[in-house]
């Protein structure tokens, strides 16, 4: 049995149900294609075009998933990797304002001191990450227990032109960058504007990443004493600490599973977990699955639409060249569903916590087949099936879970979930019979 969990690596499966305008890469070798682009941006207006009745239209030019990208958002059966993967290589655009202007988002947390203005230290992308839609006002971002937080530092240093007297910059730096997770250090690097520092925690709780840096700033300045030709150097060196925090919590999922056998040979699977999860399969080809209540949409981080450039004479909002994306999990009209539809395992029961529709707090362009009502998480799902599958009491490679979404990109191995309760069980009726727990 392969767990799916909810951020995952997968080829992804796309369903249709708002919005792009699509922003493209400012990177040489753009890592998606284009029809993978069309489908990050679902936070955009709608753009479609009337004259596009159906996709058969589509043009040679534009392809018909950029067709149904400009008229609906796309969304998918599991979480897509494309977001990190466009978040990563994006960030490469991001540029530093240099001695003279401080390039920040709106809302970063600016500080100000004798010789910097302007400075900041902004977190840009989390991943492996999903955000997820639960209710109103609920929108948790979970985050692998292994990944990369990139982040972006700048500042401006203030102008001394007081004549003689003024003060000159011998040298400014970022000296150090730093990742907490409250207050513990996670990651610790030598100086950079753009740094992506890599993680590895092991917090389960709700808790936050907080991203530091230090900026210094040399100066010195040649005070004429009027006595001959003789002059003195002063030299000061003025300092600030910057930093940004937001809210995670670190996605280590910890599954209970429960099996059993019936007289006829099927098999009886339950799993729970706790932390919302996708669902899981049932072979290596992923022919017979079982999914839950969640599906998945990608979308920008609209506080990246738009950067600010500080000088000495004001300051001016341009758009943003780079936009980070996430995925975002919400739950779903079409349910817990079981593939094959028609042959495939049949869904006993799905049990969980009882949530109010997020539908009220998603973004105004966000389209899609959200739940209205409230609704069960399905924490729990059960199932019976025919398929030949193994019941192991260890989780190995048939509770493995995909949820390193730049596996592609690094090589790195899957992430596994834990298995912290297996019972066999015994039939002597139709319905099973629990006999010990091993």
């Not at 990050?40 to 998933?65: G, H, M, P, Q």
């Not at 002059?231 to 925090?245: A, G, I, L």
């Not at 969640?294 to 990246?304: G, N, Q, V």
């Amino acid at each position: 049995m392969f767990v799916i969990l909810l951020v995952t690596v997968s080829s992804v499966a796309i369903g249709l149900t708002a919005a792009t305008d699509p922003v493209g890469s400012n990177t040489a070798a753009p890592p998606l294609d284009d029809n993978e682009t069309a489908t990050l941006w679902s936070k955009d207006a709608d753009t479609c075009d009337e004259s596009i009745v159906n996709v058969s239209r589509a043009t040679s030019e534009t392809s018909a998933i950029q067709e149904l990208a400009n008229c609906t958002d796309i969304t998918f059966k599991r979480p897509p990797r494309t977001a990190a993967t466009w978040s990563e290589h994006d960030f490469e655009s991001l540029e530093a304002g240099g001695e003279n202007t401080s390039v920040h988002p709106p809302d970063a947390n600016l500080t100000d001191s004798w010789a910097i203005a302007d400075a900041h230290a902004s977190v840009f992308a989390v991943h492996p990450s999903t955000r997820v839609h639960r209710g109103p006002s609920e929108t948790p971002l979970f985050i692998a227990p292994s990944g990369t937080v990139r982040g972006f530092v700048d500042y401006r240093i203030r102008s001394f032109d007081n004549g003689t007297d003024s003060w000159t910059v011998t040298d400014h730096e970022v000296r150090e960058v730093r990742l907490y997770q409250g207050s513990e250090v996670l990651a610790i690097s030598d100086g950079s504007q753009t740094p992506a520092l890599e993680y590895d925690t092991s917090v389960t709780e709700s808790t936050s990443l907080t991203f530091e840096a230090d900026i210094r700033v040399t100066l010195t300045r040649a005070d004429r004493t009027g006595t001959g030709d003789g002059t003195r150097t002063e030299t000061t060196v003025d300092e600030v600490t910057v930093s940004d925090t937001i809210l995670i919590q670190v996605y280590e999922p910890a599954v209970e599973r429960y099996s059993a056998r019936y007289p006829n040979g099927d098999v009886g699977l339950a799993v729970y977990q706790t932390q919302p999860w996708h669902g899981y399969s049932l072979t290596e080809s992923g022919e017979a699955r079982i999914r839950g209540v969640w599906r998945y949409y990608t979308a920008r981080d609209t506080a990246w639409d738009t950067l600010i450039h500080s000088t000495t004479e004001g300051s001016d909002r341009v758009p943003s060249p780079v936009r980070p994306v996430y995925v975002h999990a919400y739950p779903s009209e079409i349910g817990p569903r079981a593939e094959p539809v028609r042959d495939g395992p049949t869904i006993l029961d799905v049990w969980g916590v009882e949530s109010q529709s997020p539908a009220s707090e998603l973004h105004e362009n966000v389209s899609v087949e959200v739940i209205e009502q409230p609704y069960v998480h399905s924490s729990g799902l059960a199932l019976r099936t025919s398929e030949r599958i193994s019941i192991d009491s260890k989780c190995r490679e048939s509770c493995e879970a995909l949820i390193a979404a730049s596996a592609s990109l690094t090589g790195e191995p899957a992430h596994s979930a834990k298995v912290t309760s297996v019972s066999r069980w015994r039939t002597t009726t139709d319905r099973a019979q629990p006999f010990e727990s091993n």
